[in-house]
């Protein structure tokens, strides 16, 4: 049971917009920062999102990330056969003083 | 262009201690601000982070392996390492190292760069 809650699947056509819930509480998401992740299966996960709201370089503004309170939203426009991969948002617990990830959520773009 | 490259045993037996290093290279393990981390994936499930350790060998652990492991960091050989002890089934996963990078705030789980992981099977 992981303490950031994902939706287990979402799905969406080619160039249609979606967006990956994360949703948490005060000790983690209301007061740390969120990072996004893309993981190709059989590949390391890859950042596209830290700080909330920041792409590190080279990531496209296809993708964007927002907070509110005690959730994060990953937002993607302009889907491509190539985003179906799982998406994960991680952050720091200050209760748990632990490093903690969602459950992960698989994009299917049909 | 920097990169990390996990190294480990293999198969580990039940009760035993897991150790993996870490190797960085195209670039200083001690250079600006880094952190440097653990993350591991058992088969089919999502990720879990195990620990980080700061260049200075400030560390941080994942509340539920605490008490079972330790990362430590060798500046002079460009690596950092983890040991994992008692360990058991649960602990088979795919072990990942990672870069924090200077510019995400922390806190968080900000990882840019990745090792391609290293897969450790717990089995008799």
């Known amino acids: 049971q992981s303490v950031l809650t994902q939706p287990p699947s979402v799905s969406a056509a080619p160039g249609q917009m979606v967006a990956i819930s994360c949703s948490g509480g005060?000790?983690?998401?209301?007061?740390?920062?969120v990072s996004w992740y893309r993981q190709v299966p059989g590949t390391a996960p890859k950042l596209l999102i830290y700080?909330?709201?920041k792409r590190p370089s080279g990531i496209p503004d296809r993708f964007s990330g927002s907070k509110s309170g005690t959730s994060a939203t990953l937002g993607i426009t302009g889907l491509q056969t190539g985003d179906e991969a799982d998406y994960y948002c991680?952050?720091?617990?200050?209760?748990?003083?632990?490093?903690?990830f969602g459950g992960g959520t698989k994009l299917t773009v049909l | 262009q920097m990169q990390l490259q996990e190294s480990g045993p293999g198969p580990v037996k039940p009760s035993e201690t897991l150790s993996l290093t870490c190797i960085v290279s195209?670039?200083?393990?001690?250079?600006?601000?880094?952190?440097w981390g653990w993350i591991r994936q058992p088969p089919g499930k999502g990720l879990e982070w195990v620990g980080t350790i700061h260049r200075s060998g400030t560390t941080y652990y994942s509340a539920s392996l605490k008490s079972r492991i330790t990362i430590s960091v060798d500046t002079s050989k460009g690596q950092f390492s983890l040991e994992l002890r008692s360990v058991t089934a649960a602990d088979t996963a795919l072990y990942y190292c990672a870069r924090r990078p200077p510019y995400s705030s922390p806190p968080d789980m900000a990882f840019d760069i990745w090792g391609q992981g290293a897969l450790v099977s717990v089995s008799s």
């Open positions: 195209g670039g200083s393990i001690s250079g600006d601000d880094y952190y």
């Open positions: 005060s000790s983690n998401i209301g007061s740390s920062y």
């Open positions: 700080d909330n709201n």
């Open positions: 991680g952050t720091w617990d200050n209760s748990l003083s632990t490093g903690v």
